[in-house]
């Protein structure tokens, strides 16, 4: 009996000392919010720097900024795509190999940013096969161009 009873309050002792460490901390953190106080009145005064971007004028930021990578920067731009596995490392190569003729067509299609995308996913491939690129690279090389168009301007404008 004397036993049962030991054990009884010790698992209640445990028990209250459980809850006592559990709660106090919440009962501190709310003890210790500072009383924000808010003002009756708020003035905003907003000032427009820049003109609104029209849709076009977005695309066309980021082809740009593609065209630049490709000539200046295409280690950046092959680290981006193998990181997020747009491709490989082998198909790297031969987009290192032709960047600079990659740029030169985008350059060509600079007048059509709406519909620059899909003209990259269907006419690229044939563009690159014509310089030695197997059709499956070159499908997967207009992927990643395809793909950098879309995030450029979120990457690296």
Do not use: C
Not at 5 to 29: D, I, M, R, W
């Amino acid at each position: 009996m004397v036993l049962k009873f030991k054990t009884n309050v010790v698992a209640f002792v445990l028990v209250v000392s459980f809850l006592a460490t559990a709660l106090l901390p919440t009962g501190q953190a709310f003890a210790a919010t500072p009383q924000i106080e808010v003002p009756h009145q708020v003035q905003e005064s907003v000032t427009y720097t820049h003109e609104t971007p029209t849709p076009e004028g977005v695309k066309r930021k980021a082809i740009e900024i593609v065209i630049k990578k490709l000539r200046e920067n295409i280690d950046e731009v092959v680290d981006l795509l193998v990181d997020y596995k747009i491709m490989d490392g082998r198909t790297a190569q031969p987009l290192k190999k032709h960047a600079k003729a990659i740029a030169e067509q985008l350059e060509k299609w600079l007048d059509i940013p709406d519909e620059i995308i899909d003209t990259v996913k269907n006419q690229l491939p044939g563009i690159l096969e014509k310089l030695g690129v197997s059709k499956g690279v070159a499908q997967t090389i207009a992927i990643g161009v395809s793909w950098l168009l879309r995030i450029a301007d979120v990457i690296w404008g």
